[in-house]
């Protein structure tokens, strides 16, 4: 199955009216943060569909798809990708991590970072050093900063907040309103599993941190507490 076979599948599913929608909702116009994109219109179920069609296409088939301009083209390449990381040998994780670190340029919003980070790149440093992290969060490029932090949620779903909250840390005054919803979203993540660790790093925190982070931090919490950090009590 080459690439092309894969492509003309993907535009088979093609929705003009969604593709508009699709548009707006990722922020494709001048001077947002997914200028340029384009998308057809194919909502992620049916993605979901073809990555059980093509779950094993070749390298070279989905780095095609990677560097489409067609955003579901990447969506479906990254899905296939993640399937084949679960699926694989200790090599083929090794492949596919390399390749996604090498290929960052085309993981350009945030969903493509969403359904790809935990498992690509925080999968693979599981038992691993970590300090590609701190490279990845240093970037001026604002979706390796987003790979960074969202790599962490692999640790955090094994009870492991020390790198998120290192994350985290660094990030925290980053000029981006999508790395404080990220932040914020890990931060809420780690509380879900230990509020008192939560705790311990926003109190020292909250009255500087980003207002979007911390709301999406404590958003769990109960309504008089959550009113309270809002006010830096």
Known sequence: MNASTILNRLKGLANAKDAEGLQWYFKTG?????????????????????????????ERALLTLLASPIHEARVLALFILVRQFEAGTLEVQSRIHRLYLAHTDRINNWDLVDLSAPTIVGGY??????????????????????????????????????????????LLHDPHDLIHKAVGWMLREVGKRDQAVLESFLKPRCGTMPRTMLRYAIERFPEAKRQSYLRND
Do not use: H, M
């Open 125 to 170: 440093l599981l038992n691993r050093s970590r300090r590609p992290l701190v490279r990845l969060a240093k970037s001026k490029c604002l979706w390796e900063r987003r790979i960074a932090i969202l790599a962490t949620f692999a640790f955090i779903r094994r009870n492991q907040f020390a790198d998120s909250l290192a994350i985290a840390d660094r």
């Open 30 to 58: 001048p001077g947002q943060y997914g200028e340029g994109d384009v998308f057809i219109g194919i909502r992620i179920p049916a993605i979901r569909q073809l990555v059980k069609e093509f779950r094993d296409a070749e």
